[in-house]
């Protein structure tokens, strides 16, 4: 019987002979560009997808993250053979690419999901995105129905899984952006799409590019906080977002869409073979998952070298993929359970804080930041998504998307990490996929076809990401430098750190400053520059 994989790389090699069609789209270079049809491109697709899937037939297409290069556990590498170390990652597997027209009155066309959205978050029309633009989730969800952008009157607030269909993984998160100014990609096609990062001017930070969706947590965050799912598409995240703010409603960048309304409903069958299909994707899902942890590299050969159900073609999910599949109706504070329906199995855990609760799941999408870096992996989270602010608490939301450490050790974060102390577990647990419109790829190190941004925090604030644990701006008796923090990463108190700053390198000691939780890098001759 030949095997599933060597008929795909097979297949690919033809391709690049001329043998079969291409497989993909090729970036415009302006907004205004011709697309291929969806259509198009799923025929392309659909000549070597291993589930003969009939792309047209799908309520719930999984745009693919874009992601083409590969990593490591640290940096960019060339994408592996089959079978090498780190092979069967995102930059392995090509799906639905992103496809988009530009209409010329305000909106924008998804091609591949079949969903219309409004071009801008500029509310104001003043041809400027900022701090002024931004709703409440009140007046977004009222906004959205009173609106007649390109002369339709049917639009809405995005759910979570209509706005993370926008999501592009060639993008790099500014979290790690040093000195106050770097390049960065956002996590959304700014060809097509207006897109500005936080308004610095206003006192917000360069990470505060939160997008709203209609899309409540079912159960509450920071120990009672209503909550909405939004996407950061600055630092390329899902997070639940309390609803207020220091006593006043929290605001949130808006992008409006219409058509697609089965768009995110999943269609699951149970195969009776300890596989579940999901007839709205076209993917089919192992029923278990690992049943314990492992860290990122075991976590992509585990799933390359499955055969169960008699298949040999699994693969580890892209974080798009993986996040199809949450049940944000389900929580464990409200339904004792995974946010995933009942067909699946979840393994229980006990978590940090020494509660029942259900694991972060890896996916096979490396969380690239803007220095290059690419130790981080995107994970979903089915349980509390927890940090540690004084204590542990749901910080994210069972069906938040984070970040962990590729490799390493959990016991090195015992606060956590980042400004909200993400808990952080590196040997995450594993659920397989196979099918949908995947094709394996040889892939290359190229890390995006996209423009990057020149990010400039005129405004001397807090660069890093989520809300800072104590209030105040960098270096100001609040979160440390994000600079500070990633150099204590894998280390532990008393460790010697350095810092690198535009006046030479710093050499210090890990420490948690005064009003931190926050291990950070303390330079004897002072902080470092924000």
Same mark, same amino acid.
């Given at each position: 019987?030949?095997?599933?994989?060597?008929?795909?790389?097979?297949?690919?090699?033809?391709?690049?002979?001329?043998?079969?069609?291409?497989?993909?789209?090729?970036?415009?270079?302006?907004?205004?560009?011709?697309?291929?049809?969806?259509?198009?491109?799923?025929?392309?697709?659909?000549?070597?997808?291993?589930?003969?899937?009939?792309?047209?037939?799908?309520?719930?297409?999984?745009?693919?993250?874009?992601?083409?290069?590969?990593?490591?556990?640290?940096?960019?590498?060339?994408?592996?053979?089959?079978?090498?170390?780190?092979?069967?990652?995102?930059?392995?597997?090509?799906?639905?690419?992103?496809?988009?027209?530009?209409?010329?009155?305000?909106?924008?066309?998804?091609?591949?999901?079949?969903?219309?959205?409004?071009?801008?978050?500029?509310?104001?029309?003043?041809?400027?995105?900022?701090?002024?633009?931004?709703?409440?989730?009140?007046?977004?969800?009222?906004?959205?129905?009173?609106?007649?952008?390109?002369?339709?009157?049917?639009?809405?607030?995005?759910?979570?899984?209509?706005?993370?269909?926008?999501?592009?993984?060639?993008?790099?998160?500014?979290?790690?952006?040093?000195?106050?100014?770097?390049?960065?990609?956002?996590?959304? =096609?700014?060809?097509?799409? =207006?897109?500005?990062?936080?308004?610095?001017?206003?006192?917000?930070?360069?990470?505060?590019?939160?997008?709203?969706?209609?899309?409540?947590?079912?159960?509450?965050?920071?120990?009672?906080?209503?909550?909405?799912?939004?996407?950061?598409?600055? =630092?390329?995240?899902?997070?639940?977002?309390?609803?207020?703010?220091?006593?006043?409603?929290?605001?949130?960048?808006?992008?409006?869409?219409?058509?697609?309304?089965?768009?995110?409903?999943?269609?699951?069958?149970?195969?009776?073979?300890?596989?579940?299909?999901?007839?709205?994707?076209?993917?089919?899902?192992? &029923?278990?998952?690992?049943?314990?942890?492992?860290?990122?590299?075991?976590?992509?050969?585990?799933?390359?070298?499955?055969?169960?159900?008699?298949?040999?073609?699994?693969?580890?999910?892209?974080?798009?993929?993986?996040?199809?599949?949450?049940?944000?109706?389900?929580?464990?504070?409200?339904?004792?359970?995974?946010?995933?329906?009942?067909?699946?199995?979840?393994?229980?855990?006990?978590?940090?804080?020494?509660?029942?609760?259900?694991?972060?799941?890896?996916?096979?999408?490396?969380?690239?930041?803007?220095?290059?870096?690419?130790?981080?992996?995107?994970?979903?989270?089915?349980?509390?998504?927890?940090?540690?602010?004084?204590?542990?608490? =749901?910080?994210?939301?069972?069906?938040?998307?984070?970040?962990?450490?590729?490799?390493?050790?959990?016991?090195?974060?015992?606060?956590?990490?980042?400004?909200?102390?993400?808990?952080?577990?590196?040997?995450?647990?594993?659920?397989?996929?196979?099918?949908?419109?995947?094709?394996?790829?040889?892939?290359?190190?190229?890390?995006?076809?996209?423009?990057?941004?020149?990010?400039?925090?005129?405004?001397?604030?807090?660069?890093?990401?989520?809300?800072?644990?104590?209030?105040?701006?960098?270096?100001?008796?609040?979160?440390?430098?994000?600079?500070?923090?990633?150099?204590?990463?894998?280390?532990?108190?008393?460790?010697?750190?350095?810092?690198?700053?535009?006046?030479?390198?710093?050499?210090?000691?890990?420490?948690?400053?005064?009003?931190?939780? &926050?291990?950070?890098?303390?330079?004897?001759?002072?902080?470092?520059?924000?």
């Amino acid at each position: 019987m030949l095997k599933n994989k060597v008929f795909l790389l097979f297949a690919v090699l033809l391709a690049a002979c001329g043998k079969l069609p291409a497989i993909g789209l090729t970036s415009p270079t302006s907004g205004a560009a011709a697309s291929p049809t969806a259509a198009e491109s799923a025929q392309a697709v659909e000549s070597v997808s291993p589930a003969s899937v009939e792309s047209n037939s799908l309520t719930y297409r999984i745009v693919d993250t874009d992601q083409i290069a590969c990593y490591d556990n640290n940096q960019l590498v060339a994408c592996a053979g089959l079978g090498a170390a780190f092979a069967g990652q995102d930059g392995n597997y090509e799906g639905a690419m992103p496809a988009y027209r530009d209409n010329g009155d305000g909106s924008v066309s998804d091609l591949t999901t079949g969903l219309m959205w409004t071009k801008s978050a500029d509310l104001n029309g003043d041809g400027a995105i900022t701090a002024s633009d931004k709703l409440n989730l009140a007046n977004a969800m009222s906004g959205a129905e009173s609106s007649t952008a390109a002369g339709y009157d049917d639009w809405r607030l995005p759910t979570i899984k209509e706005l993370y269909s926008l999501i592009l993984f060639d993008g790099t998160d500014v979290s790690a952006c040093p000195n106050g100014s770097c390049s960065a990609t956002p996590f959304i =096609d700014t060809l097509y799409f =207006d897109f500005a990062y936080g308004d610095t001017a206003a006192g917000e930070r360069v990470i505060d590019s939160q997008f709203a969706t209609s899309t409540k947590y079912v159960s509450t965050t920071m120990n009672g906080d209503e909550t909405m799912f939004g996407v950061n598409f600055a =630092d390329g995240r899902i997070k639940g977002y309390g609803l207020s703010m220091r006593g006043s409603d929290k605001t949130f960048f808006v992008l409006y869409v219409r058509g697609g309304s089965n768009y995110g409903q999943n269609a699951f069958v149970n195969n009776g073979d300890s596989t579940i299909s999901d007839n709205a994707t076209g993917l089919v899902w192992s &029923q278990a998952d690992s049943g314990s942890g492992m860290n990122w590299e075991s976590a992509l050969a585990y799933c390359e070298g499955s055969s169960a159900a008699g298949f040999d073609d699994w693969r580890l999910p892209n974080a798009k993929e993986l996040q199809s599949i949450v049940d944000y109706s389900r929580s464990p504070a409200t339904s004792n359970s995974a946010a995933i329906d009942p067909i699946f199995s979840a393994t229980s855990i006990t978590n940090e804080g020494g509660q029942v609760d259900y694991p972060f799941y890896w996916s096979s999408t490396t969380h690239a930041d803007s220095s290059g870096s690419g130790s981080f992996a995107a994970y979903v989270s089915f349980g509390k998504a927890l940090g540690y602010m004084n204590n542990w608490v =749901d910080v994210h939301g069972a069906g938040a998307q984070r970040s962990d450490p590729k490799t390493g050790s959990a016991s090195e974060y015992p606060q956590g990490h980042g400004p909200q102390g993400d808990a952080v577990r590196v040997e995450n647990y594993v659920r397989c996929v196979r099918g949908g419109e995947a094709v394996y790829v040889l892939g290359n190190t190229t890390v995006s076809n996209r423009p990057s941004m020149t990010i400039s925090d005129a405004g001397g604030t807090n660069l890093s990401g989520g809300q800072p644990a104590t209030g105040g701006t960098s270096g100001a008796g609040g979160t440390p430098p994000q600079q500070a923090i990633d150099a204590c990463v894998g280390l532990t108190q008393g460790a010697a750190c350095t810092i690198n700053t535009p006046n030479g390198i710093l050499s210090g000691t890990c420490g948690t400053p005064p009003n931190s939780t &926050q291990l950070a890098c303390m330079p004897a001759g002072g902080p470092p520059s924000p």
